[in-house]
């Protein structure tokens, strides 16, 4: 029996309310030996707090030493394994632009770059070209049509794209055309299965007709593809867990992900007001919500360990407001640390906190790294935190006689 | 998708080099109620220096109550699940002593022994007789001949032999011959399929030759067979992690378990200080090294437990040298416990520290299993510990965009 059978079974109805408030990137490293991380130098008095009355740990991902994407990330977060569930990286890219993909869409996640005049790559992001420009390339891109499919070419920002393919019959097991290097040309897409030859032929046919479109644009002269993959049609957590979710996220992968699971995701404008300000709107409405802040992983990303701390002192400060709604259940965690130190994700395991009236609270009294380590819930799988979740809020039902 | 996967999947070339230090027989007990383990008791300021730069945690080899063998403790230490992974006691043997084991032949692992005029054993190891003398009756045993097989005896040391049986079809579902009791006669052996009777038979033939051949020698007149087993065919280490892996070890045992992972072996002395210098020497040449210090385990099964704590100061005292070749990471754990209380291997979880400059490290500062208790890995699978020490050394990219 699977973790899904289980929920399936015992969830029961209930009226607490589940906030999982993930921010991105949490986990951090000292910069130098024997420092503080971000989290740990960041000056959280109401996270601490919140500390103070709640379970700790630190949340593992995907496994040990395994670092994760942000997909992966979240999918543990909400429950489900990411080694199990996988989610391809052009459908993430065109969920997260709100584009309606429909079952058999075959999506891909495009890159406009820059090629010499022997077709190798010189910039696989040609100059990081400015979002009103992928616009209109993208539309340019639109006069492709191939026989039997329907075809969508969707800007998201700067260089980036989204291919969509509709048709009958398409086949996701292709490889990649972004080589991952310059001085080299791009590959063709390859059929990993006969049933996907007839489909890598179709692609390469749109790649043919996308580089004589753009053979007089610089930079923005060829496109590369990656992550060409269907929906990958994953249970959804309403039917999983009997809750009503939500998603509130600024960032299009996020709502990507979420949609996926089969949240409704609230639109909601750019600052972590907005989103706080959306969250009040439509708390009578849901029984979960995700509640998402990415700059904390920019930062992390950027090496900025001030400002990643700057952002998580600003989480800090409006946390009072989300718990000011009374949540029965409250989860703080991240989907993957990200140190500034390594200006990338990591694999280290995320301080991750879980307060409800119900639940057992250890001796953490401070949100950091090296606290949680003596949490309550040690080391643990970050899939353990949403049936955690539903137990804290009386959601669960007693397992057996 | 199983860690192999994963690990083949993500990893990347790198810089970093890896040095797993194993203690053998590491983890200790108090000698009585409220006492120092073997490792507590040692003056170790270098491994306590490290664990204060360190994450630390205590390692369970194969599970909870389970007490490795030497093949299963480090199979895990490599990163392979012992309870899938099985290596036969005759090819751990065969190997140990170079010999070179073709795919499809049949090794076991020989006991010269004692039996009386009954045929009953008296001597499970023949008085423990001189290596000389073992070589010797291997020679003996070499005139026996079987119709359409090749046949190898090996002396290894004292009262233990290899045999090797190399011909078509040979199939090592098969019961071993020694009752490990006295008194009794040694068993026939059987097949545990009926793919394996004609291989019993060739065994069970081979052995009454032999009795014939020693039946005048005292003390060893008879032969004891265990482990009957073929080339387990593991994965290799360096198609799993992509590491240039090499072995340090003076006992054959080790040599032959790292063999059969992939490594290279390399030639070394009996000593720490030979090991070292084989270290030296050979730093350069591969990414990854396992170095193998076997004394502390064997004082543990000694019961000595001064002896054990003198060795784990001997290899405190030249931990400096091996860190001054500047490892990108550095493990030092053993591959099961051995308290000189028990005389034994035993099932306790064994202390663990993995230093990098990316680790996190936590709050313990002293190498010895009560510190370790606290440590930030806890009490983790064995077989995460390649998989973290990949990820320190940076030579595995993110899982999922």
Not at 79 to 105: H, N, S, T
Not at 162 to 170: A, D, K, N, Y
Not at 372 to 382: I, V
Request: with cysteine.
């Amino acid at each position: 029996m699977n973790d899904f059978e289980l929920m399936r079974e015992l969830h029961i109805s209930g009226q607490g309310k589940i906030l999982l408030l993930v921010m991105d990137g949490l986990g951090g490293l000292p910069m130098e030996a024997g420092g503080p991380t971000e989290l740990e130098a960041a000056h959280t008095p109401n996270l601490d707090a919140l500390a103070q009355d709640s379970i700790c740990g630190l949340s593992v991902p995907v496994g040990p030493g395994i670092t994760p994407g942000s997909g992966p990330g979240h999918l543990a977060l909400f429950g489900y394994d990411p080694l199990r569930y996988e989610i391809g990286r052009g459908v993430l890219e065109a969920c997260g632009i709100d584009f309606p993909l429909q079952k058999e869409d075959l999506a891909a996640r495009g890159n406009f770059c820059t090629v010499d005049s022997e077709g190798r790559i010189v910039d696989r992001r040609a100059g990081r070209i400015p979002t009103e420009k992928g616009a209109e390339l993208a539309a340019m891109l639109r006069q492709i049509t191939l026989p039997g499919v329907e075809i969508f070419v969707e800007p998201v920002r700067e260089y980036r794209f989204v291919l969509v393919i509709r048709g009958e019959g398409l086949v996701d097991d292709l490889t990649e055309t972004d080589p991952q290097q310059l001085g080299v040309p791009p590959l063709p897409v390859k059929a990993l299965s006969p049933q996907a030859e007839a489909t890598a032929t179709l692609v390469n046919e749109w790649i043919a007709r996308a580089r004589q479109i753009l053979a007089d644009q610089h930079p923005a002269n060829m496109v590369l593809l990656r992550g060409l993959s269907k929906e990958p049609g994953l249970p959804q957590m309403g039917d999983i867990y009997g809750l009503r979710p939500a998603a509130i996220a600024t960032y299009p992968m996020y709502r990507g992900v979420a949609k996926l699971v089969g949240m409704d995701v609230l639109p909601t404008g750019d600052s972590i007001e907005d989103e706080i300000a959306t969250l009040k709107a439509h708390w009578e409405e849901y029984d979960f919500f995700y509640f998402h802040v990415k700059k904390i992983d920019s930062a992390g990303e950027d090496g900025d360990f001030a400002r990643k701390v700057s952002i998580i002192e600003h989480v800090d400060r409006v946390l009072p407001e989300m718990l000011a709604l009374k949540p029965a259940v409250v989860i703080v965690t991240g989907d993957h640390s990200t140190p500034a130190r390594l200006k990338s994700h990591s694999w280290h395991p995320v301080p991750a906190m879980l307060w409800s009236s119900h639940c057992r609270p250890d001796e953490v009294s401070q949100f950091g790294e090296r606290a949680c380590m003596r949490g309550g819930l040690g080391t643990f799988p970050a899939t353990d935190l949403l049936p955690l979740a539903m137990a804290n809020a009386l959601r669960l039902t007693k397992y057996g006689a």
